[in-house]
């Protein structure tokens, strides 16, 4: 008769015990310290933006698009005058525009190179857009925080700010002589309308729950202006100067026609009675550099004064 092998009920306990104990350090063993792995392609390695996952309009550079139209649009003037499908009157190619620059800028044009028309356009522009600054600035946050000065100043800039300036170029001659404060008042008068209507505009945008706050932990009311209001409305404010500024660049033409000796302006049109295309077409690119340049500074700016555009 065969002999059975019991075991002792404690013995049994002991043992599951035991490997049970084994299964855990088996366990612990196969998953990583760092907790158990995830399959990395579901997961962004960096934080993502607001909207990322969604795609907020607008969101990416655009550097590289700009930089391949740009390169399409020269290609194709170099193709369409090389190729003599427009007249050099019309279009002058690329390298007579070159040619001209290197002429104008060593020899001069109108008895003035042009360092010296680009100079006193810029002094021009640039100071009437100071000026502009200094007034339509102020008095567009007075007209965003005050009916009283919105009703003083609200009709006469909306009623001159759609008259071109060609409109009053002959009011601005007769009142103040053909000088050159004409000039500069005549494009201080471009950019003022723009500029303060976008500051009032950045004023009557700004969150009346922050005003409550301010005025909550005992602000004055000029420091709720200074500090809150002024502020807030920076961003409309920058775009007001964006545009400003480009209207000035057109209103630059206007002004240099009046007894101008001198100027960007001034030698584009002259360059036009003498159908002289070429230095027509230099102008406007020099023109257009400058203001593009001008632009891409005050969009830096913007990014370094208010960072918080578009987050809050």
Not at 242 to 271: C, K, P, Q, Y
Request: proline residues 6%; positive net charge; charged residues 15%.
């Amino acid at each position: 008769m065969s002999s059975l092998k019991t075991t002792h009920p404690a013995q049994a306990v002991v043992s599951s015990h035991v490997d049970r104990k084994v299964g855990v350090q088996q366990d612990k063993q196969s998953v990583s310290p760092r907790g158990p792995r995830r399959p990395t392609s579901l997961f962004a390695k960096k934080p993502v933006k607001p909207g990322g996952s969604f795609g907020a309009p607008g969101q990416g550079s655009s550097a590289v698009t700009s930089f391949v139209t740009i390169f399409i649009l020269v290609a194709l003037w170099f193709l369409a005058t090389n190729l003599h499908w427009i007249k050099p009157l019309f279009l002058p190619s690329p390298q007579a525009v070159y040619a001209k620059f290197i002429s104008v800028s060593t020899e001069g044009f109108a008895n003035s190179t042009l360092a010296e028309h680009t100079e006193i356009s810029l002094l021009r522009v640039f100071g009437a857009f100071a000026l502009a600054c200094a007034t339509a600035i102020p008095i567009g946050v007075l007209m965003g925080v005050s009916r009283i000065m919105r009703g003083i100043f609200d009709p006469p800039i909306e009623f001159y700010r759609p008259l071109p300036p060609l409109a009053y170029l002959p009011l601005v001659i007769i009142w103040f002589g053909i000088g050159e404060f004409s000039k500069v008042f005549l494009i201080y008068l471009a950019i003022f309308a723009p500029l303060a209507i976008a500051a009032r505009a950045g004023v009557r945008s700004v969150s009346i729950e922050q005003i409550h706050a301010a005025y909550s932990m005992g602000a004055t009311r000029t420091q709720v202006i200074l500090h809150v209001i002024l502020k807030s409305a920076l961003p409309e404010i920058f775009t007001g100067m964006r545009i400003g500024i480009g209207v000035g660049w057109t209103t630059l033409v206007a002004a240099e026609m009046v007894a101008s000796t001198s100027g960007l302006g001034f030698m584009v049109l002259n360059a036009a009675e003498f159908l002289a295309s070429d230095v027509v077409i230099m102008g406007i690119i020099v023109i257009g550099f400058f203001a593009l340049c001008f632009d891409m500074l005050m969009r830096y700016a913007e990014k370094v004064l208010v960072p918080w555009k578009g987050k809050v």
